[in-house]
């Protein structure tokens, strides 16, 4: 089985020049690009895009950030469950609990400018990609 998962290079990475090295730690695991492009959010597409975490309270600062600058989207397949590969190489979403060799240990600045977002189910997977690519 091959699946799929949606990856986003957040604003803070984008910024700092490490979407090359975001790319190349999924490639060099194996992992197909099927898909990418860099847009920009505007701060409701963002509130769409997050609506799973309406009412949390850290939503407006996240909606904030993730419609500051571009981002880069792509999907990415690979043997087995991508879901699960792909969030264990992106490491925990506070980056100061991310396993050394993790992108967000190696690269992500808080919890809320943590470089980059995965997809966190089959189902949400879905979702995402249809968000992001028709
Ligand atoms: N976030 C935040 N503060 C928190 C929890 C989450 O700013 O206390 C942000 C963070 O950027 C995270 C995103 O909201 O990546 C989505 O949260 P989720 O719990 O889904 O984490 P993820 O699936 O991205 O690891
Ligand atoms: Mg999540």
Known sequence: MRGRSL???KP???ERNL???IILRFESARFKVLAMKM???TYEEARRFYAVHEGRPFLEELCSFMSSGPIVAMVLESDGDTVSK???LIGSTDPSKAAP???RHDFAL????NSVHA???EESAKTEIAFFFS
Request: hydrophobic content about 40%; glycine content about 8%; cysteine-free.
């Open 12 to 14: 803070d990475a984008v």
């Open 101 to 103: 060799g993790t992108i």
């Open 7 to 9: 990856l986003l290079i």
């Open 86 to 88: 792909v969030r264990s």
């Open 119 to 121: 997809s966190d189910s």
């Open 110 to 113: 808080s919890v809320t400018k």
């Open 19 to 21: 979407t090359g090295q």
């Open 39 to 41: 847009v920009r959010l």
